[in-house]
């Protein structure tokens, strides 16, 4: 599944930065452009199960939307895009033009995926003694 790949990318990634921040990690919280296809179910299920017997096992995944937006050189256009709403952008790989005029677009966001920020449980004070 193409979301096993990109989780377990992301958490490859996100380990190492965990090393320094002692304690439990909490939530993890994923920014997904809304172009990313990629089903929220599948990338919730692929954490889970491939941070089993990680620093990040029993920790949430919270995923975050990032609204698209494009930017057309041509007539100035900034917004959204207006093919989101159509059911075939997700089978197909569209060339974004421009609403008002036709042209093709920059795409200023929607095509990110990152973890933005990660919450750890400050770790509890040492017991003294045995
Ligand atoms: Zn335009």
Redesign the pocket.
């Known amino acids: 599944m193409h979301e096993y790949a990109v989780v377990s990318e992301l958490i490859a990634g996100l380990l190492p930065q965990l090393e320094p921040h002692p304690g439990r990690v909490e939530v993890v919280y994923l920014k997904k452009g809304e172009m990313r296809v990629l089903s929220e179910w599948a990338v919730k299920s692929a954490f889970e199960i491939l941070t089993k017997g990680t620093r990040l096992e029993g920790a949430r995944l919270e995923i975050e939307p990032v609204e698209a937006r494009i930017r057309?050189p041509?007539?100035?256009?900034t917004g959204k895009p207006d093919y989101l709403d159509d059911p075939e952008f997700h089978f197909i790989v569209p060339v974004i033009t421009?609403p008002?005029?036709?042209?093709e677009?920059e795409v200023v966001s929607g095509r990110e995926l990152y973890i933005d920020r990660v919450t750890v449980e400050s770790p509890a004070p040492a017991q003294n003694g045995a």
């Open positions: 057309c041509r007539c100035g256009y421009c008002q005029c036709g042209a677009v």
